[in-house]
């Protein structure tokens, strides 16, 4: 195959530029029509100028604001692979692009259709499978990759059956790096990847790999497929969904990456964060590891570690103050070395991870459940809705936590 010419690169880089230039503008247009509709309904309901159903009307309302705020990441960066295919049987050519959200009115599919699959084809035959089972075939015969920042192309490259994949423009990302909050993960996947967040959400699943290998990366676009696939979204809803990770710079920057893929309302947390809350400990401090050296540590976690798999005195009830509860458990089982370290630990108010599991199993065991402090809205006999405060039970998605387990495996033993 001939190496393709600057001129024929300028060419593409034009048409492709006019191209975005008028899908952004389309979208800036829907969105701009959109946050009017959506500001109009806001003073209706202020003003108590709904005679509908109440609840229904907010959450068509909360479904919008939804909307929006896809177009609103649409209009700056629209899609990111232009594919031109033929469908078996037809005789017309179509473009279908795919970006993080979808655009039917301009033919852009979001990443989670079964069709975004294309994407990681070369040019030539492909298929996919729908959702009721139907197996769609065709030919692909042309392929755009982009980056699009800002309603800007950064970086285009193109190949089809007649031309191997050719760079035709990319900037100097360098002077654009404070605008990329994240990196275009769902942009620059593998195919490898992509069949990995794809497969089946049925029995247990582990991604395992060394540090800085992206493993939680992708946990959390699996996560992502599975609360917005129209297959699973009904199984997973994201306030059932509780994402562990291990410390709070890791907890800040996912939950930034999942709202970036339109996913709200899964709750990230690290453990001591999430027991603290359940337990309701306000005052009290988390420590990872308590004593005065490595030595003094080892020893206190292991003394600690052999508790936990020991049966406790049932008459033993949780109390306000948690140090006295684990008083109790330790007086029988820790040797004076170590109960000299606990009061140490107690003086400081700090618990260790060993102490918030103990903690939580005897919650559960007072309480038959655990409990979170959460607001929530009840609707009035007269169709209004009051916001109120209360513990409610904490239920999580069954099919999640039982069937779809991903263990990040940063170092043995975590």
């Known amino acids: 195959m001939a190496v393709m010419q600057q001129e024929e690169k300028d060419q593409i880089l034009i048409q492709a530029k006019t191209q975005v230039k008028e899908t952004c503008s389309l979208l800036d247009h829907t969105f701009q029509d959109l946050a009017v509709s959506v500001e109009m309904r806001k003073e209706d309901f202020k003003h108590d100028r709904i005679t509908d159903d109440k609840l229904i009307f907010t959450r068509l309302l909360s479904y919008d604001e939804t909307r929006l705020e896809e177009l609103d990441h649409l209009k700056d960066s629209p899609y990111f692979v232009k594919c031109r295919i033929k469908k078996e049987g037809s005789s017309q050519e179509e473009d279908w692009f795919f970006g993080k959200f979808g655009y039917k009115e301009s033919s852009i599919f979001s990443w989670i259709t079964p069709a975004a699959s294309i994407r990681f084809e070369k040019p030539g035959t492909f298929s996919y499978a729908q959702p009721d089972g139907k197996i769609v075939r065709g030919t692909l015969s042309a392929k755009e990759q982009y980056m699009i920042v800002h309603g800007k192309i950064l970086f285009l490259a193109t190949e089809s059956l007649e031309q191997e994949r050719e760079l035709i423009y990319q900037e100097h990302f360098s002077t654009h790096k404070t605008g990329f909050v994240l990196p275009e993960i769902v942009a620059q996947m593998e195919k490898a990847q992509d069949q990995v967040i794809r497969a089946d959400h049925k029995g247990s ?70 027991a603290l809350t359940i337990l309701g400990l306000t005052d009290i401090k988390y420590v990872d590891r308590f ?124």
């Open 205 to 274: 699943f582990v991604i395992s790999g060394p540090a800085g290998s992206g493993k939680t990366t992708l946990a959390l676009h699996r996560i992502a497929y599975l609360v917005q696939s129209p297959e699973t979204s009904e199984q997973f809803p994201t306030n059932s969904i509780i994402v562990f990770v291990q410390d709070t710079s890791t907890q800040d920057y996912f939950s930034h990456l999942l709202p970036e893929l339109g996913i709200k309302h899964v709750q990230i947390t690290t453990f001591a964060q999430w």
């Open 291 to 414: 004593g005065m050296d490595e030595s003094e540590k080892d020893a206190f976690e292991q003394a600690k570690l052999g508790i936990l798999h020991t049966t406790h005195d049932p008459l033993l009830t949780l109390s306000k103050n948690p140090f006295i509860y684990l008083k109790k458990v330790y007086d029988n089982a820790l040797e004076n070395e170590q109960l000299d370290v606990f009061k140490r630990q107690t003086k400081a108010l700090q618990l260790d991870r060993f102490d918030l599991t103990l903690l939580l199993n005897a919650f559960h065991a007072t309480h038959g459940e655990l409990t979170r402090t959460k607001e929530y809205y009840q609707e009035l006999n007269n169709g209004t809705l009051k916001k109120k405060i209360g513990r409610l039970p904490i239920t999580y998605s069954s099919s999640l936590s039982m069937n779809f387990k991903i263990i990040s495996l940063n170092k043995l033993g975590s």
